[in-house]
């Protein structure tokens, strides 16, 4: 491993390498990735679910009835089950997130697909998102899925993240473009004066 990565990177790949090789070898990552998907949901769309697993003064006993309790809500399969519970013992519940993460790049990697960040000032219709995917999975030769998000503050336009290969057509870095070269040339003229 690089000796750049932070400690929590390099355990959270460690956990996810080991979830994705026992779930491939036991036929179980499609199962394995949906049980991943829908509890990556319940913390993201619960406060209390993310509270009491970030929580460091919880007994691992609490923990566990908790997973068992949503292991059986949610159908959890074994191993995805057995690792929760492991995460919970060896104190490693607190990067579930990142273990999360890096778990679904293995599973998009194994597909062959790109992850690409496509951020818009409006709100993308399905069919709009699709047709961005296609054309850029055409010229990339790669299925390509965006994490998508709306921002407002760009005012037009879009911005696209493809590792380090980015696309800014937004009017907001229009006007900073401008406002750089205002600037530039202001200095300019103000250092010809004073000569």
């Known amino acids: 491993m690089s000796t750049n990565k932070s400690f929590s990177t390099e355990t959270s790949e460690r956990y996810s390498r080991a979830l994705f090789e026992a779930?491939?070898?036991?036929?179980?990552?499609?199962?394995?990735?949906?049980?991943?998907?829908?509890?990556?949901?319940?913390?993201?769309n619960s406060l209390e679910i993310k509270n009491f697993i970030h929580n460091p003064t919880q007994s691992k006993e609490n923990q566990n009835?908790?997973?068992?309790?949503?292991?059986?809500?949610?159908?959890?399969?074994?191993?995805?089950?057995?690792?929760?519970?492991?995460?919970?013992?060896?104190?490693?519940?607190?990067?579930?997130?990142?273990?999360?993460?890096?778990?679904?790049?293995?599973c998009s990697k194994k597909r062959g697909e790109i992850k690409a960040s496509l951020i818009s000032s409006k709100e993308l219709s399905e069919a709009e998102l699709n047709s961005i995917s296609k054309e850029f999975s055409s010229s990339t030769s790669s299925t390509i899925k965006f994490n998508y998000k709306v921002d407002k503050d760009l005012i037009g336009g879009l911005k696209l993240q493809l590792g380090s290969f980015?696309?800014?057509?937004?009017?907001?870095?229009?006007?900073?473009?401008?406002?750089?070269k205002m600037l530039e040339s202001w200095y300019v003229y103000k250092s010809f004066r004073s000569n």
């Open 23 to 44: 779930s491939k070898e036991a036929n179980e990552l499609e199962k394995t990735e949906k049980d991943i998907k829908n509890f990556l949901s319940l913390m993201n």
């Open 166 to 180: 980015m696309i800014d057509t937004s009017i907001k870095n229009k006007l900073n473009k401008y406002k750089q």
């Open 65 to 106: 009835n908790v997973i068992q309790l949503l292991a059986e809500q949610f159908n959890f399969s074994k191993n995805m089950k057995n690792f929760m519970f492991l995460l919970v013992e060896k104190r490693r519940i607190f990067f579930v997130e990142k273990i999360i993460d890096s778990f679904l790049r293995l």
